[in-house]
């Protein structure tokens, strides 16, 4: 049965920093590709940043420069350290895994339930 747990998230001010956490219980961890997506209040859930069984990584252009996506696969787990976080980062953050690369949600079968993260301004 495969399992995420997301960790990490609470309230921070504008320009502070958190370090999301992903715990997998997933056979084979280290092929699946890694992503973090998130979810504002009334908006469609978007992808943040992903990670690839060989480490290459990619962002959407909103957080470049502030988020870092990593792995830890004798672990099984997947980081995001967001920087300078904004109002606008304010989200349930989500964990997926996917046996391929994408940025598409619909691509990764599996998800975890959420961490919430608030940015006050």
């Known amino acids: 049965q495969v399992q995420l747990v997301e960790s990490g998230g609470g309230l921070v001010q504008a320009g502070g920093s958190l370090r999301l956490s992903c715990a997998a219980s997933?056979?084979?961890?280290?092929?699946?590709?890694m992503g973090w997506f998130r979810q504002a209040p009334g908006k469609e859930r978007e992808f943040v940043a992903v990670?690839?069984?060989?480490?290459?990584?990619r962002y959407a252009d909103s957080v470049k420069g502030r988020f870092t996506i990593s792995r830890d696969n004798a672990k099984n787990t997947v980081n995001l350290q967001v920087n300078s976080l904004k109002p606008e980062d304010t989200a349930v953050y989500y964990c997926?895994?996917?046996?391929?690369?994408?940025?598409?949600?619909?691509?990764?079968?599996?998800w975890g339930q959420g961490t919430q993260v608030t940015v006050s301004s």
């Open positions: 997926a895994a996917a046996p391929s690369t994408s940025t598409i949600r619909e691509h990764f079968p599996y």
């Open positions: 990670v690839d069984r060989a480490y290459s990584t």
């Open positions: 997933l056979f084979a961890f280290s092929n699946y590709a």
